[in-house]
């Protein structure tokens, strides 16, 4: 492992970017401090699932986060759907057997549906984090450089100096205003996605009253500008569900959820099966505005990086948010436990930079792309099932089967090649000797 930095490292947003970077800084042994604006972790999200990609991150940010993500993960629950993503069906009345549609299987050999409750997840990577390393009730007002500082000026009144900051703050976050504000003020804001969404968790035996066959697996129930996607979390104690409402209107209502009633929640939905209506007892009366950021020109400025939503929150779309995010932390975390003085950090960062942001931000842009897709505003696919199928059955491989090790080294060639130092034998990968032991971590999805 390598030694102990000389830097001061501090991170804005207990999220699964920030404390994924928090765990694989730890476990190089650079020291850490989270600073986090709620009074607890957030179990806002609910279900999180995670492709092949995203499950190479975990294993390589910290082999002991795969190892309980494994234990409290939850697949599909018929056989039939172990390796299916999402199993695309009509909206409609008899989801669309009078049609005689029986299955839109969409997913692949080498990948096997897992996702995880958010707040499951959430304690799991916290007992990777010592106590004491995330300070809560910590709002951050403002975010500035100072000398070969960054000052951190809180609302409870605090201020904190530290060599470096890395905004894992989340779609809203405010270093995004620091790193790009300048080149990019008009980028700072994230932009609507266009969709608002309901959702709740059901209780999968309600579920299953309801759904029948059609309950225990991930599903996507579509419709034109409309659409419900379910899939179990809990370990199969329950249902996620997120119901998609296409909106063209400007978005003028803040950011925060706003709430609704029932009965316009069912306007929304009219021509869905009466099933699928029954999902929304259990629904918050929230709207949840979508945002993201399609454009980020840049995720570093001077002393400052930005990760996860804060760099490139996406749409739901593809399941890959969170994901790309822990592939943020697996980057930045390898390459600032080799960052030995302060002034290597603009090497490191522009690494990152280059690593990263290109497929973070085709993420942001494919997800959206998926999103028009499945709720058939495509204009060449339309409502044509089988095409959106295909589709779907193409467009995830890039995603799942990227190699973050390869990128691991590159950004670690990258990072000597700019401080001019000596690199490490890069037959042997430092990446790899740095991961004790390399041979835990494994390969997932890399083969088809
Ligand atoms: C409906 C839906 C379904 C999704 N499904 C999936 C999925 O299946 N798979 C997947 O990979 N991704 C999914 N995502 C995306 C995923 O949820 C996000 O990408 C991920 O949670 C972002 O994590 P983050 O840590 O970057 O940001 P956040 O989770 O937003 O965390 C940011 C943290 O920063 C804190 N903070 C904010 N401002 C300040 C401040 N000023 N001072 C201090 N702290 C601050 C916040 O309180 C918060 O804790 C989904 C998203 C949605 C909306």
């Given at each position: ?32 401090t ?52 999402f ?10 057997e ?57 609302e409870?009144g ?37 969709m608002?969404?309901?959702?709740g ?11 029948g ?5 991930a ?20 249902e ?36 699928l ?42 399941a890959?948010?969170?994901g ?15 960052v030995?003085?302060p ?52 467009r ?38 740095q ?14």
């Open positions: 492992m390598a030694p102990a930095g000389p830097l001061n490292v501090a991170i804005l947003g207990a999220g699964i970017g920030g404390l994924g970077l928090a765990i694989g800084l730890i476990k190089r042994g650079v020291p850490v989270i600073y986090e604006a709620a009074p607890e972790f957030s179990s806002i999200g609910a279900g999180i699932g995670f492709g092949p990609n995203s499950l190479n991150a975990i294993d390589l940010i910290d082999t002991r986060f795969r190892a309980e993500y494994e234990r409290a993960k939850t697949a599909n629950e018929k056989p039939e759907f172990e390796h299916c993503v199993d695309a069906m009509y909206a409609e009345e008899g989801f669309g009078k049609r005689g549609w029986k299955q839109g299987y969409i997913g692949a050999p080498y990948f096997t549906r897992s996702s995880a409750h958010r707040k499951d997840l959430l304690e799991i990577m916290c007992s990777f984090i010592p106590e004491g390393t995330v300070k809560f009730n910590k709002r951050a007002r403002s975010v500035e450089e100072v000398g070969n500082k960054v000052v951190v000026s809180f409870d605090e201020t904190v100096s530290v060599d470096t900051l890395i905004g894992g703050d989340g779609v809203k976050g405010i270093t995004r205003q620091l790193v790009i504000g300048d080149v990019a003020p008009e980028l700072v804001a994230p932009t609507y996605g266009n608002y969404i309901y959702r968790i059901i209780p999968m035996d309600k579920c299953k009253e309801i759904l066959y059609h309950a225990g697996d599903k996507w129930f579509m419709a034109y500008r409309k659409g419900v996607a379910i899939y179990p979390i809990s370990q199969g104690k329950e996620n569900f997120v119901f998609f409402n296409c909106d063209d209107r400007p978005w003028n209502e803040g950011h925060s959820p706003v709430p609704c009633t029932k009965e316009q929640m069912i306007e929304d939905l009219q021509g869905f099966d009466h099933r209506l029954r999902l929304l007892d259990y629904a918050k009366p929230l709207k949840w505005p979508t945002f993201h950021h399609p454009k980020t020109p840049t995720y570093h400025k001077g002393r400052v990086a930005i990760i996860g939503d804060c760099a490139h929150a996406s749409s739901p779309h593809q890959a948010g969170a790309q995010g822990l592939e943020d932390a697996v980057i930045l975390s390898h390459l600032l436990a080799l030995k003085t002034e290597h950090l603009g090497a490191a960062f522009r690494a990152y930079d280059a690593i990263r942001r290109p497929r973070a931000q085709k993420v942001v842009n494919t997800s959206y792309e998926a999103g028009v897709i499945y709720t058939w505003q495509h204009p060449e696919i339309g409502d044509n099932m089988d095409r959106i199928v295909a589709n779907a059955n193409q995830l491989h890039w995603i799942w089967q990227h190699d973050i090790k390869g990128d691991m080294v590159k950004a670690e060639e990258q990072f000597y090649a700019a401080i001019g130092g000596e690199t490490a034998d890069m037959t042997q990968g430092l990446a790899e000797k991961l004790s032991p390399a041979s835990e971590t494994r390969e997932v999805g890399l083969a088809a």
